[in-house]
């Protein structure tokens, strides 16, 4: 395992932790990495880009409600 995809499974965990959700969705690929939250709101962008530490942060839209996703570093 690379420390960049190490370091997205850490920092993954510690988000599902902020946002109190049962799971979410990763994917790996061989050119990089992400993982998909998918909740209701964002209460407090600050701390969650803290919590990302770095790494890239993307917000979309799926119905009623938003997809955070969190990518690995660029490690190539």
């Known amino acids: 395992m690379t420390t960049t995809l190490q370091e997205l499974i850490e920092r993954a965990y510690?988000?599902?932790?902020y946002?109190?959700?049962?799971s979410y969705e990763f994917y790996q690929y061989e050119d990089g990495s992400y993982a998909d939250f998918k909740v209701q709101k964002v209460v407090d962008l600050p701390t969650l880009i803290r919590?990302?530490?770095?790494?890239?942060?993307k917000f979309f839209a799926d119905g009623d409600r938003m997809i955070v996703r969190l990518f690995e570093k660029d490690c190539y």
């Open 51 to 57: 919590l990302a530490g770095g790494l890239e942060l």
């Open 14 to 17: 510690d988000i599902k932790v």
């Open 19 to 22: 946002f109190s959700i049962g």
